[in-house]
């Protein structure tokens, strides 16, 4: 079983900067893609930023420039550093990754989802 907890989000106003933390725990060979999505009131979610395992970057053109993803693979923990925040921010930020579980008779990958945390952004 595996687990990814978010933690970081907040009230902050426009122009202001928050960084996003989430922790992954659990029984699980390796962590191959992490990412951040979010989902607006009455919109769709959407892709944020990913990272790779060994640190290659994308990101949505809303955030380019302004929000960074990190990683520390020791510690099973992805970043988001959001800088000059928009009222447009407004979401329900949610972590997702990659997991690799290998068994003595099983090899398998799945995406996991965090349970999200809320940034407001005031203008």
């Known amino acids: 079983q595996v687990h990814l907890v978010e933690s970081g989000g907040g009230l902050v106003q426009a122009g202001g900067s928050l960084r996003l933390s989430c922790a992954a725990s659990?029984?699980?060979?390796?962590?191959?893609?992490m990412g951040w999505y979010r989902q607006a009131p009455g919109k769709q979610r959407e892709l944020v930023a990913i990272i790779t395992s060994d640190g290659n970057t994308h990101y949505s053109d809303s955030v380019k420039g302004r929000f960074t993803i990190s990683r520390d693979n020791p510690k099973n923990t992805v970043y988001l550093q959001m800088n000059s925040l928009k009222p447009e921010d407004t979401a329900v930020y949610y972590c997702?990754?990659?997991?690799?579980?290998?068994?003595?008779?099983?090899?398998?990958?799945?995406?996991?989802w965090g349970q999200g945390t809320q940034v407001t952004v005031s203008s």
């Open positions: 997702s990754a990659g997991f690799r579980v290998v068994t003595h008779n099983s090899d398998e990958e799945f995406e996991h």
């Open positions: 659990g029984s699980f060979f390796s962590i191959n893609d």
